[in-house]
């Protein structure tokens, strides 16, 4: 199966700044089949972007992903309170689907 | 609007089946696909598997040998049952759309905290 890394595993920032979130494929992912997901405590997983770069319905244009083969990037333009939460990312382009370990933008 | 709730057991002893029913509201169960997804506390997500519309199955190998997974249109549920259960299946599972388009998750239900336990 492929094996997602993401990092940091931690980002300590200030509202306002800029976060930028790998996540790291232990082989290429198929057609860039590789979305993110934002979850906060206690709640699902919310879909912010697919396919590497396209973003969900929705979600703000502060959010934005770039990547493909085996590196991927979550970009948040400017940090709102709001945004401080897990990010999961998932290639869903080789059975079986998997997810990274995360990474928590918490606030510095 | 869309909304999936699932529903079962809180505690489920170890050897035995869990049992998770998906109940859909506000779309058609029949259009779409459906992944049961979970999550140990404090942990990261593991996809369990899909059911199709066709109503093929799709399993994750580490769980394969234990897992069924079946949709009732009548009822508008998708179940999900995990037989032989040990400590290692505590978790929050989650059931989600599958997207007809990028065959990903797009939508996710809040979830069913089960805990295996005797």
């Known amino acids: 199966e492929i094996v997602l890394t993401q990092s940091p595993g931690t980002l300590s920032l200030s509202p306002g700044e800029r976060a930028t979130l790998s996540c790291r494929a232990s082989q290429s992912v198929s057609s860039n089949f590789l979305a993110w997901y934002q979850q906060k405590p206690g709640q699902a997983p919310r879909l912010l972007i697919y396919t590497a770069s396209s973003r969900a319905t929705g979600i703000p244009d502060r959010f934005s992903g770039s990547g493909s083969g085996t590196d991927f990037t979550l970009t948040i333009s400017r940090l709102e309170p709001e945004d401080f939460a897990l990010y999961y990312c998932q290639q869903y382009g080789t059975s079986p689907v998997t997810f990274g370990g995360g990474t928590k933008v918490e606030i510095k | 609007q869309l909304q999936l709730q699932e529903s079962g057991p809180g505690l489920v002893k170890p050897s035995e089946t869990l049992s998770l029913t998906c109940t859909v509201s506000?779309?058609?169960?029949?259009?779409?696909?459906w992944s049961w997804i979970r999550q140990p506390a404090g942990k990261g997500l593991e996809w369990i598997g899909r059911?199709?519309?066709?109503?093929?199955?799709n399993y994750n190998p580490s769980l394969k040998s234990r897992v069924t997974m079946s949709v009732d249109t009548a009822k508008k549920q998708i179940s999900l049952k995990l037989n032989s259960v040990t400590a290692a299946d505590t978790a929050v599972y989650y059931c989600?759309?599958?997207?007809?388009?990028?065959?990903?998750?797009?939508?996710w239900g809040q979830g069913t905290l089960v805990t295996v336990s005797s």
């Open positions: 059911i199709y519309t066709s109503g093929g199955t």
């Open positions: 506000g779309g058609s169960i029949s259009s779409y696909s």
């Open positions: 989600a759309k599958v997207n007809g388009t990028y065959a990903l998750e797009d939508y």
